[in-house]
């Protein structure tokens, strides 16, 4: 492997093309990382790096794996400081028509995907001291019908990111972020043409709109900072307040 010629902090990023991980690129870019950024579309010409791959074949097809692992540690040279778990999907279906398809699609691509890249490229972040963020979403925490699937997966990466915390202490530092609602394309593609619901789910935060992305990517840039280096083990809400607010029939104000 060769040396990292010009010595950059480096960080892969899945899910570049979304919503939220064009803007978590952009930011580390911004900052001065070298970004490898992987997602399983193709949208053309980026300042930075952005390999084509599915992470949802990470544990189960052994030469796409390889090839995508070869690609990624030639593109690094040797530094990986930041690895940051974006790409997912979302599945929103009543129970009786979950299959056993939306189980396996959506934990290889929000759970296992995260873990196989972690302890993949775990020789390396321990190296650079480095850390793994892996985005996660209020689902983790609370949630509505119908979202089962999704909201299970992301639980259990922010136990995930509990669990490898420790075990990877003091070297590798992994962290959770828990948006609530995100102007991207996953979350318009929820409402189709009802623009109204969109407002409504807006004026339902305490902040009284929904996020914009590079207010998580924002967050991603601090927690994988090196300065910030007493934070893990964690997931820090990005989610205007909705995580804290009661629900109840009775309004105050
Ligand atoms: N938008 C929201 O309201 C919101 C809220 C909470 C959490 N999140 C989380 O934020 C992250 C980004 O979401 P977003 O809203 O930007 O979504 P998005 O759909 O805009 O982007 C997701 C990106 O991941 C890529 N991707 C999906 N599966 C992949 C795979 N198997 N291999 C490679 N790439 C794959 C997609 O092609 C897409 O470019 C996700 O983890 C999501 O769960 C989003």
């Known amino acids: 492997m060769h040396e990292?010629?010009?010595?950059?902090?480096?960080?892969?990023?899945?899910?570049?093309?979304?919503?939220?991980?064009k803007s978590i690129c952009e930011a580390f870019f911004e900052a001065g990382y070298r970004v490898i950024g992987v997602d399983r579309k193709?949208?053309?010409e980026l300042p930075y790096e952005v390999l084509r791959f599915d992470i949802s074949r990470l544990g189960w097809d052994d030469a796409a794996r390889q090839s995508f692992y070869a690609r990624v540690e030639e593109l690094c040279q040797g530094r990986l400081d930041a690895l940051v778990n974006n790409?997912?999907?979302?599945?929103?279906?009543?129970?009786?028509?979950?299959?056993?398809?939306?189980?396996?699609?959506?934990?290889d691509t929000n759970l296992l995907a995260p873990f196989w890249l972690i302890q993949r490229f775990l020789p390396l972040l321990r190296v650079a001291k480095?850390?793994?963020?892996?985005?996660?979403?209020?689902?983790?925490?609370v949630t509505k019908s119908d979202f089962t699937v999704y909201a299970?997966?992301?639980g259990a990466l922010v136990s995930l990111t509990r669990a490898l915390a420790i075990e990877l202490a003091p070297d590798v530092r992994v962290n959770a972020i828990i948006p609530a609602a995100t102007d991207t394309p996953m979350l318009r593609a929820g409402?189709?043409?009802?623009?109204?619901?969109l407002q409504q789910l807006g004026e339902y935060h305490p902040l009284r709109r929904i996020a914009r992305p590079e207010e998580v990517a924002k967050v991603a840039l601090f927690l994988a900072d090196?300065?910030?280096?007493?934070?893990?083990?964690?997931?820090?809400?990005?989610?205007g307040g909705i995580g804290a607010c009661l629900h109840d029939p009775v309004v105050t104000r």
Do not use: R, Y
């Not at 990292?4 to 939220?20: C, E, M, S």
């Not at 409402?191 to 619901?197: A, I, K, T, V």
């Open 42 to 44: 193709d949208a053309g």
């Open 87 to 107: 790409a997912a999907i979302q599945i929103v279906k009543p129970i009786e028509g979950i299959t056993l398809s939306d189980w396996t699609e959506t934990l």
């Open 4 to 21: 990292n010629a010009d010595n950059k902090p480096t960080a892969l990023i899945t899910g570049a093309f979304g919503g939220i991980g």
């Open 191 to 197: 409402f189709g043409d009802n623009l109204d619901g």
């Open 152 to 154: 299970t997966s992301k």
């Open 226 to 239: 090196p300065q910030n280096s007493f934070m893990t083990g964690t997931a820090v809400n990005v989610d």
């Open 130 to 141: 480095g850390c793994a963020v892996n985005i996660a979403s209020i689902h983790a925490i």
